[in-house]
């Protein structure tokens, strides 16, 4: 089926360190991240503006690098490096497979491999039509990949934060993937998913998504055509999280 038109002209897409690491289960999977970049070139040639937010969970988590006895701060910063090899290697598909314009801003200074995160030149890059990565968390330890992606969705006043899941196609009252008959959720306040703690995402990031009226819509990247449909206001698909039903 195909669509002609975007409902939204800016988002922010969420995507996981797990999305990365394909059929391989650990690490960074080549064909996983070709897949994720031509979903990515779906959406620009709709003209949507695409900032990106990436997680690097498949490289390292700093919550369970300290459960081994690794001082926190220092793990979770050994996380946002994560996050910048995650954000090169989908810089480097996108270009390279697609020829798209991307720039990666970086929350911590590497300053030989990504721009620092300046957020008017973000979005200057967005209105030129690069594709902009946010790498490096928020900077600070402490603070999620989720917390990281509502904080740059308000600030470059993106319309919609698409959270993209592996093999997870919405929001359940239970984990789809350990209870067989878990109920697929629709729709969800903010409030109503920070009260009954689906796993949305955390509660800083969602408090932060309630407070600034920004909806979140759940789904499965790699279930066929989804973000394209998504994009042009298919309601069916994934689940949402907004302050009224009608998104």
């Keep these: 089926m195909q669509y002609g038109g975007a409902k939204y002209d800016r988002v922010l897409l969420k995507l996981s360190g797990e999305s990365f690491t394909g059929e391989r289960g650990y690490g960074t999977d080549s064909d996983a991240v070709a897949y994720m970049a031509q979903q990515i ?10 900032g990106i937010v990436v997680g690097g969970g498949n490289i390292l988590r700093g919550w369970e690098a300290e459960s081994r006895g ?7 910063y050994a996380g946002m490096l994560a996050t910048i090899i995650n954000s ?10 697609h020829g798209l314009p991307v720039r990666t801003q970086s929350a911590i200074t590497v300053q030989q491999i990504a721009e620092p995160y300046i957020r008017r030149r973000a979005i200057r890059h967005l209105e030129k039509g690069r594709v902009v990565i946010f790498a490096g968390g928020t900077g600070n330890p402490f603070m999620t990949t989720d917390t990281a992606a509502a904080l740059r969705s308000v600030e470059i ?21 350990l209870v067989p008959d878990a109920a697929k959720i629709k729709f969800l306040t ?14 800083t990031a969602l408090s932060l998504c ?11 990247l790699f279930e066929t055509g989804s973000i394209e449909k998504i994009i042009a206001g298919d309601r069916l698909v994934g689940s949402v999280v907004a302050s009224a039903p009608a998104l």
């Design 41 to 50: 070139k779906t959406i620009c040639d709709l003209g949507v503006q695409t």
């Design 70 to 76: 690794m001082d926190r701060s220092t793990a979770d």
């Design 88 to 97: 090169l290697a989908l810089q480097d598909a996108l270009e390279r497979h």
């Design 157 to 177: 006043e993106a319309k919609v934060l698409l959270m993209a899941k592996n093999n997870v196609d919405g929001i359940y009252d239970a984990d789809p993937r």
């Design 190 to 203: 903010h409030q109503e998913a920070l009260e009954r703690r689906l796993g949305v995402m955390d509660s």
């Design 210 to 220: 309630m407070d600034n009226d920004l909806p979140i819509i759940v789904f499965d």
